[in-house]
Structure formats: structure tokens, C-alpha cells
């Protein structure tokens, strides 16, 4: 295991009635002047957006509303909410949403008490934000884990570019499994696989050799292959969406990355695919891994062999290494599959190759959990997705 530095700022209340538990406790340590940040109006038909505004109307604070934050959250819209924060006073930012509800308000509460641009100063300068309006937040869908740290992927639509961008880390984190209830299911599923998707990235990182962190990040992988299924076949289960809200915030609360180099070479593909197509993140990395793991399997045959003898219980009797690698490749694939979500870029209306030229020609190159690839053998592997 590589040498670490871990701290953890986010305090987080976990639990069905949760919010009507703490949230207003939690509201008295900040001022009056709030921003209630939240997406397309979802929140507005479920009765949440009812029991927060009551909440906050109770706590004694004045509401300044930002909505429609889009999925995949656009650069002018953070700065649409920094106008927003800096013109009302704005002391606290409440963003009640999935990931890109609290993506965009980590960078909207980071470029508030910036004079300069934000994308300009990280992507040019290479310098980072270390102050901002404190914010919480109120997590309505799971899997992408962004309300336990300060990263944001935010979409530049200018540059086309679809990036990592670091702001404001959450001072609380209400976590409530009822309150994703409401959500179509194909969205909870694909939430759900981008907490998977999440866990096989560091997995794949390095040291190849397996650590504590590898062995608990397989435990989250069965949990949440196990309550996928489960949710499947029992869509008001609690407990499935329980367990699986926990193994998002586990995904992204640093414990799984902890000694490990991670790789995230799936996700920076399906950002710059997102980044010109707009599509549904859990969807793009469910058509990705697959085919980018037969690329490169052989330069770590060994981690994907125990990936599946122990995340997917192939036994390995007879079997060489190889052999066994694959099959646990192939699980993976048969999974996705099983559970309703697009195993080609065709299926997900993607078909022009001059577009997957682009997000080849774009993609930041990561260091590579086996093998850094080249744009070339990007373009190949996004060409066998369709």
C-alpha cells in the first residue's frame, strides 16, 4: 500500500427520516440568507422540495431559489449561481439533489468568493480554491458519491470540454434512502452502476499488489451487485436502497482510494463522450468497461482473474489465469445486460465515428490502471462500443 494522508470533513446523517431529523438543527450554525439549489423540478413532485421549504421557513431563513440545474451541469450554469450567491449575500448553499445538483453547487460556492474564472485559474494557472460559502447537502439520488468530496465534473460547453473541476467540500451530507423512492428506476440503476463503475477504477489501480483497501472494495462491489439485483426484482426494498446509498457515499469518501494510485480512465472517456453527446453517465461507462477491460486485461491478468473469483464467485479450478480473467470480464458484461442498461453506443443513439474521433482526440490520458493507452487505441476501443 502506498503512503497516505487521510482526513475527512463531511459529517453525514444516514437514515429514512433523516432530514426531518437534523436538517433543521443543522441550519441554526449558518446565517439567514440561503440558496435552495436543485434540478429540472423533480423534488417539486415528490413532496421534497415541500418538507425542505418548511424546514428552512421554520429555521427562520430567507430562500433564494436555483433551479434547473441540468445533468450534466454546464460552466454558465455555475455562474449563473455565483451571480446568484454573490447578488443575494448568500451564506449558505442547501443543494438538494444527485450528483449534478452538487457538483455544479461546489463550483458555484468556490467562484462566489473568487475574482478570477474558475476554469481558468485550475486548468491554467493550476491553482485551487481554499475558501467558500459553506454548503450542505440533501442527496435525492445516489451513485455518484459527490456529496463526500470536493471534486465536480463540470461541462465547459465552449471548449467542449467535460472535466474535473475542485471546489467547496459539503460540511454535512443528509443521506436519506426514501427519498430516492420517487425515481425512475432505469435512473436509480444507472446511479447504482456508477458506484460500481467507481470502485472497479481504483480496484484496477496501483499497487497491483491487493491491500486492505482492495478487499473492502470488494465487499462494496458484491453489496452492490447483490441490491442491483434485489432492487430488481423489489423496487420499494429499503433495505437494497439503503445498502446502496451507503456503497455510493463509500465510493467516494476517500476509505476505497486509500494507498492506491487510482485510474478513472473509463470515466475520463465518458465525460468527453458526454461532453458532445449529453448522454446519461451511468449508460456510457456500462458500454465502456466492458471492451476497454478486454483491451487491457493481460497487463494485469492476475487482478482481473481475483476480480472474478471474488467479486463474481467464478471458480477457478482448471482455469489459467487467462482464462479466468475473461470470464470475469464476460460476468460483467452478462451483468450489465442483465439489468437493462445499454451494452453499445448504438443503443444509446451514439453512431457517427467522426464524434468518438473527437472524444478520442480530447479524453484526458490517465496513467492507466494495466496500460496507458494512447489516443489511437482510445479511438479503437470507442469504436468497438457501437
Not at 446568484?84 to 438538494?96: E, M, N, T
Request: proline fraction near 3%; charged fraction near 25%.
Amino acid at each position: 500500500m502506498n503512503p497516505f494522508i487521510y482526513e475527512y470533513p463531511v459529517k453525514t446523517f444516514f437514515g429514512v427520516g433523516s432530514v426531518g431529523k437534523h436538517l433543521g438543527t443543522l441550519l441554526r450554525g449558518y446565517g439567514e440568507n440561503i440558496l435552495l439549489a436543485y434540478g429540472g423540478g423533480s423534488i417539486k413532485k415528490n413532496g421534497i422540495y415541500e418538507e425542505l421549504t418548511a424546514i428552512l421557513r421554520e429555521s427562520g431563513k430567507r430562500v433564494t431559489e436555483f433551479s434547473d440545474i441540468m445533468p450534466n451541469p454546464a460552466y454558465r450554469k455555475v455562474q449563473e449561481g455565483a451571480e446568484l450567491v454573490r447578488r443575494h449575500q448568500i451564506d449558505f448553499i442547501l443543494a438538494a439533489g444527485g450528483g449534478s445538483v452538487i457538483d455544479c453547487c461546489k463550483i458555484v460556492a468556490a467562484q462566489a468568493k473568487l475574482e478570477q474564472d474558475i476554469w481558468e485559474m485550475e486548468f491554467t494557472k493550476h491553482q485551487y480554491p481554499d475558501i467558500w460559502v459553506p454548503m450542505g447537502a440533501v442527496v435525492t439520488a445516489s451513485g455518484t458519491g459527490a456529496e463526500m468530496n470536493n471534486g465536480a465534473v463540470i461541462t465547459n460547453e465552449e471548449k467542449k470540454i467535460k472535466a474535473g473541476v475542485l471546489g467547496a467540500c459539503a460540511d454535512f451530507a443528509v443521506l436519506d434512502p426514501a427519498y430516492t423512492l420517487s425515481l425512475p428506476m432505469e435512473q436509480v440503476i444507472s446511479g447504482a452502476f456508477d458506484t460500481l463503475s467507481h470502485c472497479m477504477e481504483t480496484y484496477f489501480g496501483k499497487p497491483e499488489e491487493i491491500c486492505l483497501s482492495d478487499e473492502i472494495r470488494e465487499s462494496v462491489m458484491r453489496n452492490t451487485i447483490r441490491n442491483i439485483r434485489i432492487l430488481r426484482n423489489d423496487p420499494q426494498s429499503m433495505t437494497a436502497r439503503s445498502e446502496l446509498m451507503w456503497a455510493s457515499a463509500m465510493g467516494e469518501n476517500g476509505i476505497l482510494k486509500i494507498g492506491k494510485i487510482t485510474d478513472f480512465q473509463a470515466h475520463q472517456l465518458e465525460h468527453q463522450l458526454g461532453a458532445y453527446t449529453d448522454c446519461n453517465h451511468g449508460k456510457g461507462l456500462a458500454v465502456i468497461h466492458p471492451v476497454l477491460y478486454r483491451h487491457i486485461y493481460r497487463n494485469h491478468a492476475a487482478r482481473f482473474a481475483r476480480f472474478a473469483k471474488e467479486v463474481w464467485n467464478i471458480p477457478e479450478e482448471g482455469k489459467t489465469e487467462e482464462t479466468l480473467a475473461l470470464e470475469g470480464i464476460q460476468a460483467l458484461a452478462d451483468f450489465i445486460r442483465e439489468i437493462g442498461l445499454p451494452t453499445s453506443f448504438t443503443e444509446m443513439g451514439i453512431t457517427e465515428e467522426s464524434v468518438l474521433r473527437a472524444v478520442a482526440d480530447s479524453s484526458n490520458i490517465s496513467a492507466g490502471c494495466c496500460k496507458k493507452l494512447s489516443r489511437e487505441e482510445m479511438f479503437e476501443i470507442l469504436k468497438e462500443c457501437l
